[in-house]
């Protein structure tokens, strides 16, 4: 049981370039989410996925897509990666509502 | 989004207990207080959670003000491993997720 795995572990883009960070959990979670972390600050929630086929906004969805075509993945898609990017991701994934988010260990990503 | 707020640092001894407190004034009657921590370079991970009554688990304690409006997360006897950003959180649901929300949290710092 791997738990919440997250590829790549580390990424450099150049401004305009476009890349799908890998999500995938073996959990069989229903609920799954998308975070990213500043230098310093805490996690801020991106998109989240209450089952396949089904999405919806976080706080800060601006400059990403996402899909979610099975339960055990959920990608995340940069169009035109911009420096103010440039922060850690991680996924998560839940069972019921309201239960223990379990994180993946993170894909840290620069913006240059 | 209901807050709350930390000291944004702390400093304890190795083997000795520590209580992180957390003030959530505007909490709503359905909200869960939630703790989750951060290792350094690591995705966050699960602490304890609870709504009215005080919780224990093998990591810690959670204690609950009467009127809810703060809480203590307690580790009874602190190692250097538990040096980490610890964050309490109140429960957001939308569609049965949980958009939890980030704050700054606390840095723990344990001494040898």
């Known amino acids: 049981n791997a738990g919440v795995t997250q590829t790549p572990k580390f990424r450099i883009l150049k401004i305009g370039q476009s890349m799908t960070l890998q999500c995938t959990q073996d959990?069989?979670?229903?609920?799954m989410y998308w975070y990213r972390q500043d230098p310093g600050m805490g996690l801020k929630l991106i998109y989240y996925?209450?089952?396949?086929?089904?999405?919806d906004k976080g706080e800060v969805p601006n400059g990403y897509n996402v899909s979610r075509s099975t339960t055990e993945d959920f990608p995340l898609r940069l169009e035109l990666a911009a420096p103010s990017q440039t922060s850690v991701y991680f996924c998560?994934?839940?069972?019921?509502?309201?239960?223990?988010?379990?994180f993946g260990p993170g894909t840290r990503l620069t913006v240059l | 989004d209901a807050k709350t707020t930390q000291p944004n640092s702390m400093e304890s001894n190795e083997e000795e207990p520590v209580h992180l407190p957390c003030n959530h004034s505007?909490?709503?009657?359905?909200?869960?207080i939630h703790w989750y921590r951060q290792l350094p370079s690591q995705g966050p991970e699960y602490v304890i959670h609870?709504?009215?009554s005080n919780v224990n688990n093998r990591m810690a304690s959670l204690a609950i003000a009467e009127d809810r409006k703060s809480s203590t997360l307690i580790l009874h006897r602190a190692t250097l491993r538990d040096a980490a950003v610890y964050y309490c959180?109140?429960?957001?649901?939308?569609?049965?997720?949980?958009?939890?929300?980030f704050g700054q949290g606390t840095r723990l710092t344990i001494n040898p």
């Open positions: 609870g709504l009215t």
């Open positions: 996925s209450v089952g396949a086929g089904i999405t």
């Open positions: 998560a994934s839940s069972y019921p509502p309201g239960g223990t988010q379990y």
């Open positions: 959990m069989n979670h229903n609920y």
């Open positions: 505007t909490i709503s009657g359905t909200d869960y």
């Open positions: 959180i109140l429960s957001d649901s939308i569609q049965g997720a949980q958009k939890l929300v």
